[in-house]
């Protein structure tokens, strides 16, 4: 699994790896660990430049290291079970713990990241469950929205009016719970399951975490249609068009 995880993360970051290679820590973990057999004990990637804090440019590619560790561990029958941030310290990343589970070499996952103060990013979604988004969030967004643009290759953006995950009102911080329920809905009628939230998040985004979604093979895409809820919301659905 070692090499599908390399693989899988420089894909996702062109900048490549500066290097790689086992992790010395407790003697005492380090016997246990072959004891149970495990892949080398604790091994770790140094990755070029800055992936946790990247430029501009990078943003987007460092989100897409971690659906590409998602997707590869999927395939050994590795699972999500829990994430989390293990350190105090204000530069800190979540931890990922996985479960062992069924193999599942055709797994699809997507991701959902709220950056700045105002933007969507939908990540890696099929075009119909990213359109599918793109118009509910249109629909449900109070003040409208000011922008949607395809970022870069399979990544649309919205920017919404307004700073949603940075306001203190009540009816922004309502509205911006809203649209979280709305993308949570349309996703589970899109053939998809919430796998979990991974925070990422670097010195120029919100708090938010990223949340990832995997396709369930068993559920069919069923589209629905959400009636604009305010004049603004009905003047942004002709936005990106």
């Known amino acids: 699994m070692r090499a599908g995880i390399t693989a899988a993360v420089t894909r996702a970051w062109k900048k490549g790896i500066k290097s790689s290679g086992g992790v010395e820590y407790a003697p ?3 016997s246990w660990h072959q004891r149970k057999g495990c892949d080398g004990g604790v091994w770790e990637l140094v990755l070029k430049d800055s992936c946790w804090n990247p430029k501009s440019e990078d943003k987007v590619s460092s989100k897409r290291i971690i659906l590409n560790i998602m997707t590869e561990v999927a395939h050994h029958g590795y699972s ?3 994430s989390y941030r293990a350190s105090a310290k204000d530069s800190g990343k979540d931890t990922l713990i996985f479960s062992k589970g069924t193999p ?3 797994a699809v996952f997507f991701s959902v990241c709220f950056y700045s ?3 969507i990013w939908i990540i890696d979604a099929s075009a119909d469950v990213g359109q599918a988004l793109e118009e509910g969030i249109k629909a449900t967004w109070v003040d409208g929205v000011r922008d949607a643009r395809v970022r870069e290759r399979h990544c649309r953006e919205l920017r919404l009016r307004g700073n949603p995950w ?3 009102s009540a009816q922004a911080l309502i509205s911006s719970r809203v649209i979280n329920v709305v993308i949570m809905k349309l996703v589970r009628m899109a053939g998809y399951d919430y796998v979990g939230s991974v925070q990422v998040a670097d010195n120029d985004e919100s708090a938010i975490p990223m949340l990832i979604f995997r396709l369930n093979p068993d559920k069919e895409f069923n589209s629905h249609h959400i ?3 305010s004049e603004a919301a009905a003047k942004s659905m002709t936005i990106g068009r």
């Open 166 to 168: 940075t306001s203190h």
């Open 227 to 229: 009636e604009p809820i």
């Open 104 to 106: 599942d070499p055709q």
């Open 117 to 119: 103060s105002d933007r």
């Open 80 to 82: 999500l079970e829990s």
């Open 28 to 30: 005492e973990l380090m």
